[in-house]
Each structure stands twice: as C-alpha cells, then as structure tokens.
C-alpha cells in the first residue's frame, strides 16, 4: 500500500526566500507525482503533475522534480510571496487505477512580509 | 474554464437524516473520485469510479454510504443514516486515464456538519 509522506507539516519564511516542500514516498512503481494547493475553506488547486516517465515539471515560479529511485519528490517556490501562503499537498497517483491519487497530510506554508 | 461542480457547498443536519451530495464531473472526464478530508485523517478515498463503473469503495463505510453514477455527468454520495463522526469536507475529482496518467481536477467541497 502506498505512503506519502510531507515533512515538516508547518513552515513559515520571509517574503522573498525559496521555498522548498518535500514529498517521499513508500511505492515508486508505475506512479505519477501531482502537487496541490488549498487555501483555507476551499477546494483543491492542481499546480503541478509529474508524469512517471519525467522527471520534473516547470510553470512559472513553480519547479517540482521526482525521483523515483529515492522515493522522492521536491516542489520549489522561488521567491515566495504572502500569497504564497496556503496548504501544499503532494499525491502520488496509481496510473493502473485510473490515476487515483494517495495523499500526504500536507505542509502548510506562511510566507511573512 | 471547465470545472468539477459540487453541491450542495454546505449542509448541516441532524443525526440520522439522509444526506445526498452531488457532483456534476468534466465534460469528457472519464474517471470521478469522492474523498473525505478531516483534521485528523486528512484526504481519504472513499470510492472512485472509471466509464461510470465503480472501481474501488473499499475506503467507505458500506453500511451507511453508498456511491453512483447514474449517468456521466452525475456522480452521488449518500449516507444513511448520518452520524456526527461523517461531519467532514467531501471533495469530488475528475480526471481523464491515459497511458501515463493525467491531471486530477478538485471541485470546492461540500462542507457537512452533522449535529
């Protein structure tokens, strides 16, 4: 059974600094990596997906990598900002199953001004 | 821009009543997905379903839950009875299967609380 897991749950840094989110994984088979955004009260905002065969994905501030040898993948924010400042979830997705999607518990990140 | 549709957005009833939540998937979304995130548990699959055909609901309680797809644009979550332990946030998602998997899309949530 897969297990993700973000470490650490709570983050806070200055307007400005990179942010970087960490997501491992237990099951590194025919998986893909997808990374999330929930601001409070709301739904899910999708930021990123790794496909299994690639190994990171790019959209603006945004770089997430993944590797499947250790088990883990990396979301990067670069020069954060306070709205920057949400929960940041990771999921490993079951391509098999339809890609249903297996998450970790989250990091919630404060960026201060 | 195309997006999951969930409602009702909040509800609020009494232990016992049945509670009905819906969910109207992309167009041409072949694959839909009810999760539950609480507090402590966070995001949980209950069911999911691929062409209208449930998969897998091993992640739901089956004496008081039950999930359909009466047909492609609807998708249903009904408990019966409700309990105050169900007071949590329901998430529809849709996404399209592909040979290398594709992007998962949230709707907002229905929010229930069960007093």
């Known amino acids: 059974k897969q297990e993700v897991t973000q470490i650490p749950a709570a983050l806070s840094v200055p307007e400005g600094e990179n942010l970087v989110l960490n997501c491992s994984f237990t099951d590194s088979a025919i998986y893909n990596l997808q990374w999330f955004r929930q601001d409070p009260g709301k739904g899910l905002t999708s930021l990123l997906l790794?496909?299994?065969?690639?190994r990171e994905q790019t959209s603006g501030r945004l770089n997430a990598s993944l590797d499947k040898s250790s088990g883990r993948s990396t979301l990067y924010i670069a020069a954060s900002q306070p709205g920057d400042s949400a929960t940041y979830l990771c999921?490993?997705?079951?391509?098999?199953?339809?890609?249903?999607?297996?998450f970790g518990g989250g990091t919630r990140v404060l960026v201060k001004p | 821009d195309a997006r999951v549709t969930q409602t009702p957005r909040h509800k609020v009833t009494e232990m016992g009543q049945e509670v009905t939540m819906r969910c109207q998937p992309i167009l041409g979304h072949n694959t839909v997905f009810w999760y539950r995130q609480t507090m402590m548990q966070g995001l949980e699959l209950l069911a999911y379903?691929?062409?209208?055909?449930?998969?897998?609901d091993s992640g739901m309680p089956k004496d008081r839950f039950s999930a359909e797809m009466p047909d492609a644009t609807l998708a249903t979550l009904k408990i019966q009875p409700s309990e105050p332990r169900d007071s949590a946030v329901y998430f529809c998602a849709s996404g399209r299967t592909g040979p290398d998997g594709n992007t998962i899309y949230f709707g907002e949530g229905s929010w229930l609380t069960v007093v």
């Open positions: 379903f691929r062409n209208r055909a449930p998969l897998d």
């Open positions: 999921a490993s997705g079951e391509v098999a199953a339809g890609n249903k999607l297996t």
């Open positions: 790794i496909q299994s065969s690639q």
